[in-house]
């Protein structure tokens, strides 16, 4: 019987033992699971942060694909008589040929020059080295009045009048070629096609 309350004895001290042992264990893994979480807290703001930054620059760069979409290069504010576009060869730069000479003659008006200053600019501070093709063009009405033998004589010394004033503000001659199309590309207009254009090879 001794024996017996003995043993009882003995197990109910080890069952105190273990529960006294079990108290510090559940504080200590409560502790555990506050610093998780806040653990997990402080990783979960950093990934919202991280998530809002992403965003942002998705928006910024969309901005620019927006702005290269709408075939922004530059010319845009080159002055009067000037019209730009982007199509497969590169950025193409008309200029009106009433703006830039009087009718039959290749030299340039005063007024002309403050236009053609700007595309300069534009061409030495973006497309620096870039090749560019000056070409010109005319009505298909005949030579008549002028001293040109032909629309392909007038629209090559226009070409090079453009061409002349750009090396002057600048521009590297070696990038720039010369053509005439002469009558040969008319636009819907005599005036429209009266020209030159500067095409900027990309």
């Known amino acids: 019987m001794s024996h017996r309350l003995l043993a009882i004895a003995t197990i109910g001290l080890a069952i105190a033992l273990t529960g006294c042992k079990s108290q510090p264990d559940a504080a200590s893994l409560q502790s555990e699971n506050e610093k998780l979480r806040a653990d997990?807290?402080?990783?979960?703001?950093?990934?919202?942060?991280s998530e809002r930054e992403r965003a942002a620059a998705d928006a910024r760069a969309g901005d620019a694909g927006k702005t290269a979409a709408k075939g922004e290069t530059g010319f845009e504010d080159a002055g009067e008589g000037a019209t730009?576009?982007?199509?497969?060869?590169?950025?193409?730069?008309?200029?009106?040929?009433?703006?830039?000479?009087?009718s039959g003659k290749a030299t340039l008006k005063d007024s002309a020059k403050k236009t053609l200053t700007?595309?300069?600019?534009?061409?030495?501070?973006k497309y620096s080295g870039k090749a560019i093709r000056v070409a010109g063009f005319t009505d298909t009405d005949p030579i008549k009045k002028s001293n040109y033998k032909s629309n392909y004589h007038l629209g090559f010394d226009r070409a090079f009048e453009v061409r002349e004033f750009l090396i002057s503000k600048g521009v590297d001659a070696k990038t720039i070629s010369l053509s005439s199309y002469g009558p040969d590309r008319p636009e819907k207009t005599k005036a429209q096609s009266r020209r030159v254009e500067l095409l900027v090879v990309e």
């Open 118 to 125: 700007k595309v300069a600019s534009v061409l030495k501070e």
């Open 84 to 102: 730009v576009k982007r199509d497969s060869e590169g950025v193409r730069v008309t200029l009106e040929g009433d703006v830039l000479f009087d």
């Open 40 to 49: 997990l807290d402080q990783k979960n703001a950093a990934l919202e942060a």
